[in-house]
């Protein structure tokens, strides 16, 4: 059964430097990063040592809480040096890249004739299985457990980001096996939710497609569980990226892991923005190359609602396809607070006039646009926000730790990025991703 | 440049001392910070509270700017009679250097002493407590004396803010944490401290109290609001016309309806202030004031009755006189003290407008029941969005049930 999701309340924020569709290789980095704190809950337990030579797609560590849940290096090459920071907590494992890039070799194998226990060892023996997250909590799903559903969003709403119908361009024989092996971990259904114009979604058994449009977060998965399956307490459901789930279905075909990516460059801060083909934790000067402009940019990995800041020197993000740049905003503007900005996107008509100029594409900065506050104004995050869901009542029941309020008000249902918008239009400048967070993993710690 | 630099040279010198939270008040004011995203979203919205306030604070100038000429039409109008050419919108009996004398000379200095005391008592709780200094008091500072009597003495003006914004508001952990509407709060303190100053029919029009007599030796001006009027059961001078646009006496800047609804317009315009409640306090002080109407028509009260006068008077009019209108545009939306949910402010806006009639009819000792009605229902707001909040909730807790089953 097929649903249509149109979503009325939500934001599509225009920006410039939009990724025009063409495609290069990125150059190859010398070294190459792990970060576990890209997988949020996991505390790593390493089973190489410094020095070790590894084959890309070998395991280099696992889960502590969840054993069977492996890490893989994207590359061949040596184990350079495992970062540790405070109380010896692992912050990056980096990988220096031989020339040849051996690939860990697996058995090809068509998922179909496959039973649930062996998808699931092969996902994990092969170190795919990060790519499954688990709703609640937004976390790297456990499993042992079985889903109510599998959900992947084939919309990407998020502000210049990649746009699918590209970079999923030829992969179709990649995803239907993805999408099978999926149908076989779960005992209900696998969702995946695409635009009217999305053309590279296969027909798998199984599997049921539906139609999404309207604004951002039309894109974000949380939004269409709550319109096809809502979660209930105690419900467990996974969702995949769909790039993922191409990843995965290329490995039961060719039995390699190719953890490769089409990356979109995206905002002013990139010279000619366009998609370049990335092996996963490549260092973003190699991934931007001479396409990063000089001055004071801030680089980010991931969309501008959701990403993480990053260095020059840093990688990229484990689950992104997306690098924007854009312009710092650590100056002061004179009487920045009352005068119009014409530069600036406000959705509120205080002294703004950027609903005279609906699509106007802007070129925005870092700049808060104003200090932390208490939370003033009242109805406005659920002109962007369209789950049923108070959205300022639960942030707030996070604030005082209420967990029964906070469960009740349907914490279950959301994961940070579900709030980037609320955030963005916050005139008290309170960061509501950070307290969602916090919220899950409260719930973490007191529920489980 | 020069000066940029200076003011961010100051600020780092500052930090850390107790000028800290002051000089970045004033800094503030002339600068948008320098302030950049770290975690989340790392673009955010142009609009922050400065630029929110900044809107209110713009919505409330034309009844301000009407409030001063109109303190001084009705003074020399009450001594040397009013033009008698009728309703003198867009002349110059009313727009005129006389008029605006008389009201900018009460009205700037109360406006002086309003943002004096109230913002000191801001900055001393920041510097003390450590956080900033707060906008939430940029509106209240213009909303207070704009709700006040014109011949209010100014000390107790002082000592009024000093009390609501302390007990009113910084208590409650300051801006956005306060429960009831810290401009009422202050004028509710006045009222009860010094009713004779702030209610009664002595007190609405500049000179009445001071007894200043006519070229017959009588008291010249009689400073009664045409709800004191009603409520004394007299006839009325003034046309609806004349309460529309507000050459009527009262507070200083509740009585022109018409520059209230230009300023209701220009915050539902902007999104800053909420249509939801305006429009429902509307309908509740209609329906108020239609029960009264059909009592009277229907002969349950009949002339006589002290309250057959103001159960008489038109539904609509009762829109157009004392501070309902006022009351309903700037302080029932107040977002901190109003209910926070949808449907919640849509219940909140009925009750407001209907205790507002109610109280105006049925309270002999004030005719007047806006910020009684507002105050009440500050109270009662956290009550009713937890019941709406409930109804979201229990709607889970039946989809879990739809499912265990």
């Known amino acids: ?298 680089i980010i990995s991931g969309n501008v609602l959701t990403g993480d800041k990053k260095s020059k020197e840093q990688s990229l993000g484990f689950y992104h396809s997306q690098v924007t740049v854009i312009p710092e905003g650590d100056d002061y503007d004179f009487f920045g607070w009352n005068l119009p900005r014409p530069n600036k996107f406000s959705v509120y008509r205080a002294g703004m006039f950027s609903f005279l100029t609906p699509s106007k594409k802007y070129d925005l900065n870092t700049n808060t646009n104003g200090e932390h506050r208490g939370f003033v104004l009242t109805g406005k995050y659920e002109k962007v926000f369209p789950l049923d869901i108070y959205p300022m009542e639960l942030l707030k029941s996070i604030l005082v730790k209420d967990i029964d309020q906070m469960e009740a008000l349907g914490i279950y249902e959301v994961a940070p990025e579900d709030f980037s918008l609320t955030e963005y239009v916050c005139v008290s400048k309170q960061d509501h991703q950070a307290i969602i967070r916090a919220g899950l993993d409260m719930m973490i710690k007191e529920v489980g | 440049m020069g000066l940029k630099q200076n003011l961010h040279n100051l600020k780092e010198k500052y930090k850390g001392t107790k000028m800290e939270q002051s000089f970045n008040a004033l800094h503030t004011f002339l600068y948008l910070p320098n302030i950049t995203t770290h975690s989340g979203a790392h673009v955010r919205d142009a609009a922050d509270l400065k630029r929110v306030m900044n809107t209110v604070i713009m919505s409330l100038i034309p009844a301000l700017i009407f409030g001063m000429f109109n303190a001084g039409f009705q003074h020399y109008g009450q001594i040397n009679g009013f033009p008698a050419s009728g309703m003198p919108f867009l002349t110059t009996d009313f727009w005129n250097l006389d008029n605006l004398l008389v009201g900018a000379s009460k009205i700037l ?202 159960m008489n008077f038109p539904f609509w009019q009762h829109l157009l006189v004392g501070g309902i209108a006022f009351g309903i545009v700037f302080m029932a939306t107040d977002p901190v003290s109003a209910s926070q949910t949808g449907m919640g402010k849509i219940i909140y806006g009925f009750f407001i407008g209907f205790f507002s009639i109610l109280i105006r009819v049925f309270n002999p000792a004030y005719p007047e029941g806006v910020m009684m009605a507002i105050l009440l229902m500050n109270v009662f707001a956290p009550t009713i969005d937890h019941y709406v909040v409930q109804a979201n909730i229990n709607r889970r807790m039946k989809r879990l049930k739809v499912k265990t089953t």
């Open chain 2, 109 to 310: 200095p109360m406006l002086i002493v309003s943002y004096g005391v109230g913002l000191g008592v801001e900055f001393i709780f920041a510097t003390v407590k450590k956080h900033e200094v707060e906008e939430g008091y940029l509106v209240t500072g213009m909303l207070v004396p704009l709700i006040m009597p014109i011949d209010l003495p100014l000390w107790m003006l002082a000592v009024a803010v000093v009390f609501g914004v302390v007990i009113g508001k910084e208590l409650f952990g300051g801006t956005g944490m306060n429960v009831l509407n810290p401009a009422l709060t202050i004028r509710a303190f006045l009222f009860f401290n010094w009713a004779a100053w702030m209610s009664g029919d002595k007190v609405w029009v500049n000179g009445a109290k001071e007894g200043v007599m006519n070229a017959a030796g009588t008291d010249a001006i009689s400073g009664e609001t045409i709800l004191g009027t009603l409520a004394a059961n007299k006839p009325l001078l003034h046309s609806a016309q004349d309460m529309f646009f507000g050459f009527i006496p009262g507070s200083v800047g509740e009585t022109s309806t018409f520059m209230i609804l230009l300023g209701a317009a220009f915050l539902i315009f902007t999104g800053i202030g909420s249509a939801r409640i305006m429009i429902s306090s509307v309908i509740g002080a209609v329906v108020m004031g239609l029960i009264f109407n059909t009592l009277v028509t229907s002969g349950v009260i009949v002339e006589g009755s002290k309250f057959y006068s103001l």
């Open chain 1, 1 to 298: 059964m097929s649903k249509d999701i149109r979503i009325k309340k939500g934001l599509d924020l225009k920006l410039k430097g939009s990724a025009e569709c063409k495609i290069s290789d990125a150059s190859r980095s010398k070294v190459y990063a792990v970060k576990p704190s890209d997988f949020h809950g996991v505390t790593p337990k390493m089973i190489v040592k410094e020095g070790a030579i590894v084959k890309a797609g070998e395991v280099i560590f696992y889960s502590k809480n969840d054993e069977s849940v492996k890490f893989v290096s994207p590359v061949s090459g040596t184990i350079q040096e495992i970062k540790r920071g405070e109380k010896r907590v692992i912050l990056e494992i980096l990988i220096t890249a031989d020339s040849q890039n051996v690939c860990l070799e697996h058995s090809k194998k068509n998922p179909k004739d496959l039973s649930s226990q062996e998808v699931k060892a092969h996902l994990l023996a092969s170190g795919c299985w990060p790519f499954i997250m688990q709703r609640p909590y937004d976390i790297v799903a456990n499993s042992a457990d079985t889903p109510k559903a599998i959900f992947v969003s084939g919309i990407n709403s998020a502000p210049l980001a990649a746009d699918l119908n590209y970079t999923m361009n030829g992969k179709q024989d990649a995803l239907a096996a993805g999408f099978t092996a999926l149908t076989k971990l779960t005992t209900g259904k696998v969702h995946v939710t695409v635009s009217p114009l999305a053309d590279f979604m296969p027909n798998v058994d199984g599997v049921s497609v539906h139609k999404g449009e309207g604004v951002h977060p039309v894109g974000l998965v949380s939004t269409q569980i709550a319109k096809i399956d809502p979660i209930n307490k105690g419900d467990k459901v996974w969702t995949v990226q769909i790039e993922d789930v191409a990843i995965i279905g290329e490995l039961f075909i060719t039995g390699k892991l190719n953890l490769q990516r089409i990356v979109a460059l995206t905002g002013t801060g990139v010279e000619s923005p366009s998609y370049v083909t990335v092996t996963m934790g490549a260092q973003l000067s190699d991934v931007l190359g001479s396409n990063l402009k000089g001055g004071n940019y801030r």
